[in-house]
């Protein structure tokens, strides 16, 4: 996994500058210098994505094979939609069958293969919600929700690590044997609750990286692979398969 090239070096490209008279705050002007000069930014629109997070899940699945022609999807915290655009070309999803069932208490827009709830995922009917708009139990479920930022690092740290351990709960009352489980978690802070957790239940974890997650990011994935399969057949996925 490799970064696309940042504008230094043999291909060196023109950086956008913005004015430090043009109005903005300082830490906006230096965000939106740094976005506009951000190499996955410029790719993800030349190639229709509509988020740079698309890249990775791109590079995740690249190296570990996660999406497959034909699996089921669940997509948690999936707007603006790039996730869901990766995983619908992986899966050959159609708006006739669809194989993407998304979630996200946000406005988004249509992607085609996929379908898409506007809900808060901690709502206590969104799991069911989740799977009957599936119409079956997924064989994949990955997760990018972060709760939005407060401006207190710990506050939302702890935020979006309770909602990779919801996800991680929901995957393993769902999930197939076999199934995969992604989550967006944060360096030195995946509970230990949530490792031993997935340790018991899946054949392998992986912290994973990715090129495309910003070095100076905390953002980290967890990423659970192999089903080992619910011993209690009763949860959630007494849901059928068509
Ligand atoms: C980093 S963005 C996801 C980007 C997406 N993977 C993509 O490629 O476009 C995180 C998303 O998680 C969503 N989110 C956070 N908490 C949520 C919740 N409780 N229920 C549903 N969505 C949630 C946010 O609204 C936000 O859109």
Redesign the pocket.
């Known amino acids: 996994m490799k970064k696309p090239t940042s504008g230094k070096g043999p291909t060196r490209v023109l950086r956008t500058k913005i004015k430090k008279k043009s109005g903005l705050k300082e830490s906006s002007r230096r965000w939106l210098e740094r976005h506009m000069n951000d190499p996955y930014v410029q790719r993800s629109k030349a190639e229709g994505y509509?988020?740079r997070?698309?890249y990775k899940?791109i590079e995740i699945d690249e190296r570990y094979k996660l999406l497959k022609s034909g699996m089921r999807v669940v997509?948690?915290?999936?707007?603006?939609?790039?996730?869901?655009q990766v995983a619908a070309r992986k899966l050959g999803s159609t708006d006739e069958k669809p194989l993407i069932a998304a979630?996200?208490?946000?406005d988004m827009d249509p992607v085609p293969g996929c379908v898409i709830l506007k809900?808060?995922?901690?709502d206590d009917d969104a799991p069911a919600a989740l799977i009957e708009a599936l119409g079956g139990p997924p064989d994949v479920v990955i997760s990018?929700?972060?709760?939005?930022t407060t401006g207190h690092r710990r506050t939302d740290h702890i935020r979006t690590m309770h909602?990779g351990e919801v996800a991680a709960d929901f995957a393993i009352s769902v999930l197939k044997p076999g199934g995969h489980f992604l989550t967006?978690t944060f360096q030195g802070g995946t509970a230990n609750d949530l490792l031993t957790m997935l340790k018991q239940n899946f054949k392998s974890v992986h912290h994973v990286k990715p090129p495309a997650s910003r070095d100076e990011s905390v953002e980290l994935f967890l990423l659970a692979k192999d089903f080992k399969g619910r011993k209690d057949v009763d949860q959630v996925s007494s849901v059928s398969e068509d």
Do not use: H, N, T, V
């Open positions: 509509r988020s997070a698309a899940l997509d948690l915290g999936a707007a603006p939609g790039g996730w869901c979630i996200d208490y946000l809900k808060d995922f901690l990018d929700m972060a709760a939005p909602l967006k």
